[in-house]
């Protein structure tokens, strides 16, 4: 038998790549055969943590099918979030911390989903419920990865499961000042002098269907807005161009202050009007719309947006 | 606020039932305020068990939005099997060992599903990993569920988590002879001569759409098979009134003879063809087809019969 392929979503962050590390660790442990790999290249953030905890990036594949007949899914479970041929092959195990849609199955499977910050908080129990170890270098990509999903324990999807595993995590990983390391990180992964356009607008992105409407969401962190919006021209040309290649309706840009914990949205594409409604207020001749207290896609920005287009 | 709901799904079984009184008892224990329900009254086998055990069957309920905006789901997933107005309520939990099927949320939720033969195992193992203790009598449902789940260890959908955790509740429960108590409380399930037609094909029926084909499969334990097709002329016309009163394409009723692990197909309505090629047997002039082994509607029906239908 090949082995079973553990993933994350598509355009990983820090926490896709890392939970598909850490479960395929686990489920190893229990006896399964399963090897980590990512839908895509690690952004600078989770370089930064690889780096720091002398770990190497799971390899990258676009396609499961050509190699296995069963995965693991973690960190999504909506089918346009994974794998292209993820109707080819059988989810055997789903651990994940968003809303369920779409995700369809034939058979009976092994699902724990729960509703914290960070996918490696909830493999962090299952570590602890199961009395397994966690290696120190895994540990520290785990902490890496709740830093990031919940902006230092900061974010509104924050729970205190995650705060728990946090410093769990750093005392396995030998990390003392977690707060010192966690915004080191955050920094490396907002370096967008650096990042072409595209990367900003998409590097992060997830495509909802919301009723009728096809929705991509981007976000970017960054500890300055106008290193984001002194480019706005340029970046709205491409998130225009994003929507007419993909049959996108509408593109919605979050722009996030990892410092303050706020957010700009950038609106490109129809259903202006719906957008201004979820959130109750107009956007701007820039079309722009300040959202202070706003840094979560999942918790603060999808939910209005699924009631009014859903509504 | 209002109590949480906890229940299974519609024409519920013993599992069903004690599912949600164990899954009740153990979110009360780490803080909720939950109430277990049942969609229906309790079938023979469960009031043979809730006697033996001494405890009372949940309160009915046909619909839940009236009472509570939240509730916990256990033993099903699939909407058509669950409280009638389940599209109003946010479902906040789940307890499953059924495939995943339509089953969408707006927000992140808690899920437990692992594909054992019985929800009440999953739960023992919940117990066990918060170190909460299970009541004697409690113990003693959970034990019947799991007896009827996998017919005293026998069908295909048994798990060795299913035989360990049957044995660590007969411990609980105090029952010495686990055995023969599940012949007993199988037997009292059996008594077919009491229950009319409609109780036979439909009592523990379930609809299924597979592909554009909605399909109604009930399934009957008997400990001898004419008991049913002694009867089965009456039994037909029932299926085809179900069939036309609810837009059913097809009925199927699985008898299964518990003593032998063998089951009856009787088929009323369109699709024969595609029922005879998911088996790869033809129907007799009686409209039956005899399946040696197949007691499992779940592991051992509805997957050829998916195959057929959306492939």
Known sequence: MSKELVFGHQKPDTDAITAA???????????????????????????????????????????VANETDKVMLVDHNEPQQSAADIDQVTVTHLVDHHRIANFNTAQPLWITARPYGCVSTIITELF???????????????????????????????????????KYLAKVA??????????????????????????????????????????RIGQVNTVDLDD??????DLEKTMQQLNDENGYDTFILIATNILNS???????GGN????????????????????????????????PLTDVFEG
Chains 1, 2 share one sequence.
């Open 174 to 215: 030998g990390v003392e000042d977690y707060e010192a390391y966690g915004i080191e990180m955050l920094k490396a992964g907002t370096n967008l002098a650096a990042k072409s356009d595209a990367d900003i607008v998409d590097g992060d992105a997830k495509t909802f269907e919301l009723g009728d409407a096809k929705l």
């Open 262 to 268: 706020d957010s700009d949205l950038l609106v490109v």
């Open 128 to 166: 602890q419920e199961k009395h397994i170890e966690i290696p120190a270098n895994l540990a520290g990509m785990m902490m890496s990865a709740i830093i990031s999903d919940t902006l230092l324990l900061k974010s509104p999807t924050t729970t205190d499961h995650d705060g728990e595993a946090l």
């Open 21 to 63: 590390m850490a479960f395929s660790y686990f489920e190893n442990e229990l006896g399964y055969e399963t090897e980590a790999v990512a839908l895509g290249e690690p952004n600078d953030e989770t370089k930064y943590a690889l780096n720091y905890f002398n770990m190497e990036a799971p390899r990258v594949v676009k396609t």
């Open 228 to 233: 984001v919006f002194s480019r706005q021209a």
């Open 272 to 303: 202006t009007e719906k957008v201004e409604q979820a959130f109750g207020k107009k956007l701007g001749d820039n079309h722009r719309m300040n959202l202070p207290g706003v840094v979560s896609r999942k918790k603060q920005v999808v939910p």
